[in-house]
């Protein structure tokens, strides 16, 4: 049974750097053809894909946050990473991490996301 679970900083300050992790288990991130996404839902709209890492370590953004993103993995600890940096009250959402498992865009398992509220 894979699994995956998302953890930082709750609360960020209006210019940070959003830093969460996202630490998967019973899979490894390396696994030929798996992707592995980050997505945030902001209060009262709809979920919004971030970017993703691939199996060999290849990223791709969303064009809408792409300037600000950054995804990478510790393959040692089976963990992939996303930085948002310069984040704003906008950029508070609740955060989740998802596996898509053949690159085709439908993801299959799903940390139960982590909140991040940007206040000063």
């Known amino acids: 049974q894979v699994q995956l679970q998302e953890s930082g900083p709750g609360l960020v300050k209006p210019s940070q750097t959003l830093s969460l992790t996202c630490t998967v288990s019973?899979?490894?991130?390396?696994?030929?053809?798996?992707?592995w996404s980050w997505f945030r839902q902001p209060p009262g709209k709809g979920l919004e894909w971030i970017g993703y890492?691939?199996?060999?370590?290849?990223?791709y953004y969303g064009p809408s946050l792409k300037s600000r993103t950054s995804i990478s993995r510790d393959t040692s600890k089976n963990q992939f990473t996303l930085q948002l940096s310069y984040v704003a009250p906008e950029d508070t959402a609740v955060y989740y991490c998802a596996r898509d498992p053949t690159g085709t865009l439908g993801w299959d398992y799903w940390g139960q996301g982590t909140q991040v509220t940007v206040s000063s």
């Open positions: 890492i691939a199996y060999s370590g290849r990223t």
């Open positions: 019973g899979g490894s991130i390396t696994t030929n053809d798996h992707y």
